[in-house]
Every structure is written in C-alpha cells, then in structure tokens.
C-alpha cells in the first residue's frame, strides 16, 4: 500500500490480487486511517470500506471559479490599473480552459499540468504561460482562505526564457514606411521612425513630452509613460527610467511632429 500526495490531495493507492484499489483525501492522516482501516478489512477477507464524503465546503455558485475571480477583480486587480487589463486577458484564458462555473477543487496540480500543456500546444511562451498560472495562484489562495479548499495545490511555474528581440531589415522598413506615405499618414510615418530608432515601447513613446527631450533633440529622458486612460509619473519598473539617445532620422521625425502639433505637449501626445 502506498500513501502519496498528489498536488493538494493524499492518494492511497493499492493492488490486491488484480484489484486496484485507490481512493484520494484532502489531507495525510485522513488517508493513513482509512490505509489502516483497508488493511484490517483485507486481513479478514472484506473489500476496504468506502470512504466518508467530504462535507460540502461551500456553495458552489460561491467557490465557483467565476465567482472567486469576480472577488479577486473587485478587492485586487482593479487597484492595479497598469496591470488590470493584462491580468483580466489572463483570467479569461483561464476561464474558457476550465470553465467558469467549475469549482476550485476542481483546480488540482494534475489539471494545472494539463492547462500547461495545452498552452505550449497553442505555442505560448513559457513567460506568457507564467503570467496565466500567475493568476490561478491567487484563486486557489483566496478559496483556501474561504475554508471552499482544503491545502493548495503546487503550482510549478516555468523557466522563462530569454528576451525576444525582432530585427526589422532596411527593407522591410522602407516598405511600413512607404505604405504610411501612400495612405498619407504622415504622423504615423514619424511615429514608426521613433519607435525603429529608440526601440522604446509603445507607453513609452506615447508618454513622451517636450520636457523630457533636451533642447537640441539628442536625448530624451524617459520619465514618464502613458497607460491608458492616464500618463503616470514614472515607467513600470526602475530600469525604465533611462536616458535615450536620439539619432538623426529620431531628431528628424520630432521636428515634424512639433512643427505639425505645435500645441501639444509632446510629440505624439495627439494620439
């Protein structure tokens, strides 16, 4: 016989003469009991007993993961605008491989494994599939806060890798650039020279002001980045707060957006 934890469950799990005989508890001495229990009763020629029910822990509309994410959305993520919208992606991806109206017990180590795999069928990196499980986390937290679990179960999170970077060739540039002009965009022509030649992200450039870039437009102080609907004071993380070397084709592009949107505070604040 043999009593082993399987995520956050106990498993006893045994053969008699070609019979299989396992059964799962929610916590170790539960499950040694009942070991004993089938051992004494193969001893006098009986099959095991069948362990007791669990009582119920909660109402399963309450202990749904629907219902422990909308809490979890009300009291968290909503105080953290610059991640909220990511995080509820997240949620979401979540919630159409389970269901929403599963129960969290129903979220065991073997369930998440198999969320895993079905992530890296889809070809998502191992940081992407990280930032998912980020957010089962909590869920089975808060439910083993509720008394809706019983333990929690290992959550393994991946090895990320290492960053990806996308080279753009001088001709693939020609051709964006060129089609922006045909469609007579001309802003959006600036907007892809900045972003080809500062590689800074999207927030980035949009958050950028006047104040930020030195007279003779050679440097832009990063300080500042724009997460919709607000600009923040500072970038996502302290290595974001940098100093960016503008070269001639940037200085170029700055010069047009200011001489076409004189009155705006920065040069692609308009959009």
Known sequence: MAVRQRGGSWQVDFMVKGRRFRETFE???QAEAWELQAKAALMQGHDPPKPESPPPVGPKSEASLR???AVLEETRWKKQPRSYR???????????FFGPSTHVRDLTAERIEEFVLAEQDRGSANTTINHKLAVITPAIKLASTK????GVPEVKFLTPGGPRYRILSHEEETKV????????EPDMVDFTVLGIETGCRLSELLGMEWDMVAPDLRRWQVQRVWIAPRL?????????LRRVSLSPAARAALVRLRERHPEEPGPLTFM
């Open 27 to 29: 916590d170790k001495t």
């Open 67 to 69: 219902s422990i994410y």
């Open 86 to 96: 990511t995080t509820m992606v997240n949620v979401k991806r979540v919630l159409q």
């Open 147 to 150: 008394g809706f679990i019983k």
């Open 177 to 184: 650039l060129s089609l922006f002009a045909r469609w007579d």
């Open 232 to 240: 923040y004071q500072t970038p996502k993380s302290k290595s974001g």
